[in-house]
């Protein structure tokens, strides 16, 4: 069984930072292709961040310059630094697989992933 865990949500004033990891467990392939998205209250879950099985990055617009996502294939593991956090970076935040090995254009899209991991909150107080 696939397993995807996310850690290191949690509370953070406006202006710090956090470091969330996603531990993927249960595989039998690579996750050629892992990211970020984040679900705020009575919102829709938006793209954040993924990396592809050629370690491009891409970002949502909202975090270009405050957020690095980097990954340890070794370990299917990727972790998400974040930076310069604001309010408005408030929400859950869930970390996705998939074995295909995506151009950077197919990684925004929630439904290319096959695999959720269960979400960790993130909340920034201003």
């Known amino acids: 069984q696939v397993q995807l865990e996310e850690s290191g949500g949690g509370l953070v004033q406006a202006g710090g930072s956090l470091r969330l990891s996603c531990a993927a467990s249960g595989l039998t392939f690579p996750s050629r292709t892992m990211g970020w998205f984040r679900q705020a209250p009575g919102k829709e879950r938006d793209f954040v961040a993924a990396i592809t099985w050629s370690d491009i990055t891409t970002y949502a617009d909202s975090v270009k310059g405050r957020f690095t996502i980097s990954r340890d294939a070794a370990k299917n593991t990727v972790h998400l630094q974040m930076s310069s956090l604001r309010p408005e970076d408030t929400a859950v935040y869930y970390c996705?697989?998939?074995?295909?090995?995506?151009?950077?254009?197919?990684?925004?899209?929630?439904?290319?992933?096959?695999?959720w991991g269960q979400g960790t909150q993130v909340t920034v107080s201003s």
């Open positions: 996705a697989a998939t074995p295909q090995a995506y151009t950077s254009s197919n990684t925004y899209a929630a439904r290319n992933y096959d695999y």
